[in-house]
């Protein structure tokens, strides 16, 4: 299943997290079956940022490219920037900070092309909002890379909706997304305007850790338990595993979230596919949501 972020930017309503890339111990060779795999499931987006991994994992998935370059024009790939993390390989840094300057953006996607073996990224992302943020530097940043056919549509991450109306108000251009955490431990969109701003602009979110980052299945506080008694109920009426009442949770919102995949096993990216085709009833929906919250709907 697709869908259109803006015209000229179409995804795969899911998305494949790689964050986690180098924890999965791939060969290149394994990792390119891997996204062959998921191009034959439908999965056609990649989601990165330069950090992943102490700044690896766009290497990793550059190497399995470069056995097959062709399967680049297959894919969208959607990389970050803006985050400085403390690393063996930056030793000149002392403080985990963010820089939204023009030199740290561009420089940025400089690297993540080199890394990704591309010569363009799909959509930048501003991975988090800063406190110290000047939107006529960024946008300066975006019409050079823009210009020079480096990156192809912008948008930003964890940003409020004052925070995207901000840069919004600079950039001539669209900003096509805000990934946002969501998940049915994560309900922080639905109740902050979030999700509510980004209906209003007609603007699809991605949402991350839409299993909230495994702690669903293993939950450690009384939230996680009710939640996943709740879950259990509604997979049970479903007849289906945990992941895709959770997937189908997030896909059945008229906000048409785009969940992004965390898991590097066949296995269950296949059941999130799986989930696009499962009926959630709208009780089932309120069943869950109420169960993360605590409290029953006046
Ligand atoms: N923009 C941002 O600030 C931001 C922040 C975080 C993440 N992200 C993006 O979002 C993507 C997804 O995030 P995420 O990895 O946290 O997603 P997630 O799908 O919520 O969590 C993935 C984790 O859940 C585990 N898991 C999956 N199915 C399970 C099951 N049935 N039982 C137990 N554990 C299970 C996975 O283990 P296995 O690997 O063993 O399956 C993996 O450790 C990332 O790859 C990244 O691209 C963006």
Redesign the pocket.
């Known amino acids: 299943m697709r869908i259109q972020l803006h015209p000229g930017l179409e995804f795969s309503r899911l998305v494949h ?4 890339l180098a924890e999965w111990n791939l060969s290149d060779q394994q990792l390119l079956t891997l996204i062959h795999d998921n191009l034959e499931m439908g999965i056609t987006t990649v ?2 940022a330069d950090i992943y991994g102490d700044y690896s994992c766009e290497g990793l998935f550059g190497g399995a490219l470069k056995l097959e370059p062709a399967l680049r024009d297959k894919l969208e790939i959607v990389t ?1 920037c803006g985050i400085k993390l403390i690393s063996d390989k930056f030793p000149e840094r002392k403080l985990k900070h963010y820089d939204y300057s023009v030199d740290h953006i561009v420089q940025s996607v400089e690297q993540s092309l080199r890394n990704l073996a591309t010569d363009r990224i799909d959509l930048l992302l501003l ?2 909002p800063s406190p110290f943020f000047d939107p006529q530097e960024v946008v300066k940043a975006f019409d050079q890379l823009k210009t020079q056919g480096k990156v192809l549509f912008f948008g930003v ?2 940003f409020t909706a004052r925070q995207f109306e901000m840069l919004q108000a600079y950039w001539d251009g669209p900003l096509v997304t805000n ?1 946002l ?1 969501i ?1 049915p431990y994560c309900l922080d969109s639905f109740l902050n305007g979030s999700l509510d701003f980004l209906q209003k602009e007609d603007i699809k979110p991605m949402a ?7 702690k669903i ?1 293993n939950p450690t506080d009384t939230k996680g338990a009710r939640l996943l008694e709740a879950l259990n109920k509604v997979g049970h009426e479903l007849q289906c ?3 895709q009442v959770i997937y189908q949770w997030i896909l059945k919102h008229p906000a048409r979230i785009l969940p ?6 066949s296995n ?1 990216i296949k059941e999130a596919v799986a989930a696009l085709a499962l009926e959630m009833t709208l009780e089932q929906w309120f069943e869950i949501y109420e169960a993360s919250l605590g409290w029953q709907l006046p």
């Open positions: 997290g790689y964050w986690r989601d990165h970050k991975h988090r991450s964890n990934q955490e998940s991350w850790s839409p299993l909230g980052g495994g299945f595993p945990l992941s992004v995949i965390g898991s590097g096993k269950r």
